[in-house]
């Protein structure tokens, strides 16, 4: 069936609430595990029913924010979907709570009693209508980024839309197309200031509600975070501060000296080289035509995914006006069924985000077997892994869609991603700072991330710019609103990839291997076990770090880049 058919109706969560409520009472009387199981099985088909329309209606409202039905949904489940949280806290408190919990743990597996532990620890019936009004006010913050109708080069374009011209040989349309873009944040930078200290209340007093110092911790326990902490991230933030840093910057000044720039100034920093950035050649069809092929000679497996993702018309690719920003991945769970999303704009970053949505949509439609839900995505930091390793093992492919740019793609492709690092830590330091001091002014926030951002971006000029110079870039971020402390997971699967990069190279065929096991186990295991399961090293062991860096800059050293 082809997404566009995928029946909807809006769930009646009365219904929902009577039906676990009913079930869990069932379970907490059930004699032994094996009831309790099959119990179990029907609260499952019940969860899933539910989320099922979510995602359907959370699709259709990105595909058009300005669509009436579903903008309706889309407030429904902002305003429904904490009552359902708390259904599942329920859920998972009577789980942790069973007296035949030994058994059930080694029939459903450890780590589901792990996620279990998490979630009661960040949920409380209590917190129902904060949780509401952070979905209000996440969604007023995509409507206002999906609003913008910019007129630049004879065009009404939305944000997405001036991509192509950030990274024009001509440095004054890529000068031109940065002040377009921060024109209309800098215009909206007192709503963007008011719904983010807005957010950050909200946070730091349901954290504090449910027994937490701050909303630091409470964040970590939202996302499912084991086996780590907010000192071990510390203390990574460093070492990518000490053995990223300089590599980082020198790349910077070796991008300045490639296209031939004295000085090198924010917007120049999409630039590559001068006679262009690589950029995909053919329509969006075609581009999904070679990646059909590509996907066809990587592996069997990844062959019947990706003609299931394109019979089945589960790709929403192309950008346009009213549309959503961005590009994501989800699972229609009814259907077993990956969805991708994502804004193509004719550069390089079509391929990424394809090849990067890609990944994750892989990874979910190899573990969709799994009866537990919780299985089907692992933790955050996990599932970036699958989606930036597939980046790289894409590469003997890029020539479908770049022709003879491909060497071109892929020296700016393993440049970008390691200037990424720094500023993916950049982020997470920022917000760790903002929810430590919540009573921050918005002034004092930006800067903070000033501060910051010289820090881990030492290279970066606005050239005078007022609203960066101020502190403002941070407001682009879209992470920083709708998901807390999600942009380090990034950084740490970045440095994961790498590893499958490395490998990939010297021995393609066992690296992928290993990348289509971690993609089978799920979320079965937390992301340190998932990680030493792929046979990766953890990306908190500063070896790692070191030799994982030096490979990189290594292979990026012997490359002429001037020549190309």
């Given at each position: 069936?082809?997404f566009?058919?995928?029946?909807?109706?809006?769930?009646?969560?009365?219904g929902v609430?009577?039906?676990?409520?009913?079930?869990?009472?069932?379970?907490?009387?059930?004699?032994?595990?094996?009831?309790?199981?099959?119990?179990?099985?029907?609260?499952?088909?019940?969860?899933?029913?539910?989320?099922?329309?979510?995602e359907?209606?959370?699709v259709?409202?990105?595909?058009?924010?300005?669509?009436?039905?579903y903008?309706?949904?889309?407030?429904?489940?902002?305003?429904v979907?904490?009552?359902?949280?708390?259904?599942?806290?329920?859920?998972?408190?009577?789980?942790?709570?069973?007296?035949?919990?030994?058994?059930?743990?080694?029939?459903?597996?450890?780590?589901?009693?792990?996620?279990?532990?998490?979630t009661?620890t960040?949920?409380?019936?209590?917190?129902?209508?904060?949780l509401?009004?952070?979905?209000?006010?996440?969604?007023e913050?995509?409507?206002?980024?999906?609003?913008?109708?910019?007129?630049?080069?004879?065009?009404?374009?939305?944000?997405a839309?001036?991509?192509?011209?950030?990274?024009?040989?001509d440095?004054?349309?890529?000068?031109?197309?940065?002040?377009?873009?921060?024109?209309?944040?800098?215009?909206?930078?007192?709503?963007?200031?008011?719904?983010?200290?807005?957010?950050?209340?909200?946070?730091?007093?349901?954290?504090?509600?449910?027994?937490?110092?701050?909303?630091?911790?409470?964040?970590?326990?939202?996302?499912?975070?084991?086996?780590?902490?907010?000192?071990?991230?510390?203390?990574?933030?460093e070492?990518?501060?000490?053995?990223?840093?300089?590599?980082?910057?020198?790349?910077?000044?070796?991008?300045?000296?490639?296209?031939?720039?004295?000085?090198?100034?924010?917007?120049?920093?999409?630039?590559?080289?001068?006679?262009?950035?690589p950029?995909?050649k053919?329509?969006p069809?075609q581009?999904?035509?070679?990646?059909?092929?590509?996907?066809?000679?990587?592996?069997?497996?990844?062959?019947?995914?990706?003609q299931?993702?394109?019979?089945?018309?589960?790709?929403d690719?192309?950008?346009?006006?009213?549309?959503?920003?961005g590009?994501?991945?989800?699972?229609?769970?009814?259907?077993g069924?990956?969805?991708?999303?994502?804004?193509?704009?004719?550069?390089?970053?079509?391929?990424?985000?394809?090849?990067?949505?890609?990944?994750?949509?892989?990874?979910?439609?190899?573990s969709?077997?799994?009866?537990?839900?919780?299985?089907?995505?692992?933790?955050?930091?996990?599932?970036?892994?699958h989606?930036?390793?597939?980046?790289?093992?894409?590469?003997?492919?890029?020539?479908l869609?770049?022709?003879?740019?491909?060497?071109?793609?892929?020296?700016?492709?393993?440049?970008?991603?390691?200037?990424?690092?720094?500023?993916?830590?950049?982020?997470?330091?920022?917000q760790?700072?903002?929810?430590?001091?919540?009573?921050?002014?918005?002034?004092?926030?930006?800067?903070?991330?000033?501060?910051?951002?010289?820090k881990?971006?030492p290279?970066?000029?606005?050239?005078g710019?007022?609203?960066?110079?101020?502190?403002?870039?941070?407001q682009?971020?879209?992470?920083?609103?709708?998901?807390?402390?999600?942009?380090?997971?990034?950084v740490?699967?970045?440095?994961?990839?790498?590893?499958?990069?490395?490998?990939?190279?010297?021995?393609?065929?066992?690296?992928?291997?290993?990348?289509?096991?971690?993609?089978?186990a799920?979320?079965?295991?937390?992301?340190?076990?998932?990680?030493?399961?792929?046979?990766?090293?953890?990306?908190?062991?500063?070896?790692t770090?070191?030799?994982?860096m030096?490979?990189?800059?290594?292979?990026l050293?012997?490359?002429?880049?001037k020549?190309?």
């Amino acid at each position: 069936m082809k997404f566009q058919d995928y029946p909807y109706t809006r769930p009646d969560i009365e219904g929902v609430k009577k039906t676990i409520h009913t079930l869990l009472e069932q379970f907490r009387a059930a004699q032994n595990a094996e009831e309790q199981i099959q119990l179990l099985n029907k609260i499952n088909k019940a969860r899933t029913s539910f989320e099922t329309m979510s995602e359907i209606s959370g699709v259709r409202y990105t595909q058009n924010v300005t669509d009436e039905l579903y903008a309706a949904e889309k407030k429904y489940f902002d305003e429904v979907t904490p009552i359902y949280q708390d259904l599942i806290h329920s859920f998972y408190k009577t789980l942790l709570d069973s007296p035949h919990r030994t058994t059930l743990q080694r029939a459903l597996g450890s780590h589901l009693f792990t996620l279990a532990e998490r979630t009661v620890t960040s949920m409380s019936s209590e917190i129902i209508p904060d949780l509401q009004e952070e979905n209000r006010l996440t969604t007023e913050y995509v409507q206002l980024l999906a609003s913008a109708k910019i007129q630049f080069a004879g065009e009404e374009r939305n944000l997405a839309g001036l991509t192509p011209f950030k990274e024009s040989p001509d440095r004054a349309v890529r000068k031109a197309a940065n002040e377009a873009h921060f024109e209309f944040m800098q215009a909206n930078a007192e709503k963007l200031d008011d719904i983010y200290d807005q957010l950050v209340k909200l946070r730091h007093g349901m954290a504090k509600k449910l027994g937490y110092d701050n909303f630091v911790a409470l964040a970590y326990a939202r996302l499912s975070r084991s086996g780590y902490d907010a000192t071990d991230i510390a203390k990574f933030r460093e070492m990518v501060f000490k053995y990223v840093v300089p590599v980082a910057t020198r790349l910077r000044h070796r991008q300045a000296e490639r296209i031939g720039v004295d000085k090198f100034l924010y917007y120049d920093e999409s630039f590559s080289y001068p006679s262009g950035n690589p950029t995909p050649k053919g329509t969006p069809t075609q581009i999904v035509e070679h990646a059909r092929k590509m996907y066809s000679e990587l592996s069997p497996e990844t062959d019947t995914f990706f003609q299931y993702m394109t019979s089945n018309e589960l790709m929403d690719l192309e950008n346009r006006k009213n549309k959503a920003g961005g590009g994501y991945c989800t699972m229609i769970s009814e259907y077993g069924s990956p969805f991708i999303f994502s804004n193509f704009n004719g550069t390089s970053g079509d391929v990424d985000v394809l090849t990067h949505e890609a990944g994750h949509a892989f990874q979910c439609f190899e573990s969709r077997g799994f009866e537990i839900p919780e299985y089907h995505f692992p933790t955050l930091e996990a599932c970036e892994i699958h989606s930036m390793s597939m980046e790289f093992f894409a590469w003997p492919w890029m020539k479908l869609f770049f022709n003879g740019d491909s060497d071109k793609y892929k020296f700016a492709h393993l440049t970008a991603s390691l200037l990424f690092l720094p500023y993916g830590v950049a982020v997470d330091e920022f917000q760790h700072a903002v929810y430590e001091n919540p009573d921050m002014k918005p002034a004092e926030r930006n800067l903070t991330w000033r501060k910051i951002e010289q820090k881990y971006l030492p290279h970066r000029d606005y050239d005078g710019h007022s609203y960066l110079e101020a502190g403002n870039f941070w407001q682009r971020q879209t992470h920083i609103y709708r998901s807390p402390f999600y942009y380090i997971d990034y950084v740490l699967a970045q440095v994961c990839a790498f590893q499958f990069w490395a490998r990939s190279i010297d021995d393609n065929k066992n690296a992928f291997s290993d990348y289509l096991k971690l993609c089978k186990a799920g979320g079965s295991k937390p992301f340190l076990e998932l990680v030493q399961y792929a046979n990766l090293q953890s990306p908190f062991e500063e070896k790692t770090l070191v030799e994982t860096m030096a490979k990189v800059e290594s292979w990026l050293d012997k490359i002429d880049d001037k020549a190309l």
